[in-house]
């Protein structure tokens, strides 16, 4: 069975002081039963929200597909672990448009995390110019096939997937239930077609783009919706857990 997540990717918002008020609002809120909680901090906050959190899982937003060295600027896996920190996203948009990440580079960060044990939260989607195309089912299968679907089966039931489609990021713009259904179902489908239908049921696949109190519940209404992955409705510890009330 595939779990229920409501995660929120904090992105490059809030100080230090803005996140542990609201970790800890979080921490005074009543959480649904049944569904997993996740936020990612930037990677300055994560110790500290980290050991504040009850409950609620902390994530990071990135790490270096290298293991240590001369990469300024970069976290590694194994200070990620030292942290306390067990899951990660890997191959959010903004990380593949305004950072370059290549299909390359994700599959060594997925290969990695493997490695070093750490779970991932694998995120996927199409700009507007290729769903405008009608491409969108061949772009982010090629994104799966790329980076992703050469994992072992045993890991492959573990996954998180994302499907974020880019033009609904941030813009208000919310994916209709049915566009969302439609490309879970096929990513379900996908991954049934490389490592049958038992792993396939156990994939949690997340929708992310505008996810808000207002729509969340229609767009996990959707069989194939396991939950969702918030940016800016997380920033809020009412909405957020709105949100997470809404299966
Ligand atoms: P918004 O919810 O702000 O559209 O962001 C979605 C997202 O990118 C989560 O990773």
Request: hydrophobic share 40%; charged share 20%.
């Amino acid at each position: 069975m595939a779990r229920k997540i409501v995660a929120g990717n904090w992105k490059m918002n809030l100080t230090l002081q803005d996140g542990v008020k609201l970790i800890d609002a979080l921490n005074h809120m009543k959480a649904p039963e049944g569904v997993e909680l996740i936020v990612f901090p930037s990677h300055m906050l994560v110790p500290e929200i980290n050991r504040l959190s009850n409950g609620i899982e902390v994530g990071v937003q990135n790490f270096s597909e290298h293991t240590e060295g001369a990469y300024t600027g970069e976290t590694s896996l194994d200070q990620v672990k030292s942290c306390g920190v067990e899951v990660a996203l890997i191959g959010h948009s903004e990380r593949r448009q305004i950072f370059g990440e290549s299909h390359e580079v994700l599959k060594m960060k997925v290969n990695h995390a493997l490695a070093e044990d750490v779970n991932f939260v694998f995120c996927c989607g199409e700009p507007l110019e290729i769903r405008e195309a009608g491409s969108e089912y061949a772009f982010v299968k090629a994104q799966l096939e790329e980076s992703l679907f050469h994992i072992p089966d045993v890991n492959m039931s573990n996954t998180v997937i994302a499907y974020e489609p880019v033009w609904a990021i941030g813009t208000g713009r919310t994916a209709t239930a049915q566009q969302a259904e439609e490309m879970h179902a096929n990513i379900r489908k996908w991954v049934a077609e490389v490592y049958g239908e038992d792993v396939a049921k156990d994939v949690t696949i997340l929708y992310g783009g505008s996810c808000k109190p207002g729509n969340a519940n229609e767009l996990f209404a959707g069989a194939n919706v396991d939950g969702g992955l918030i940016g800016g409705a997380s920033l809020s510890a009412e909405s957020f857990m709105e949100i997470a009330r809404s299966f």
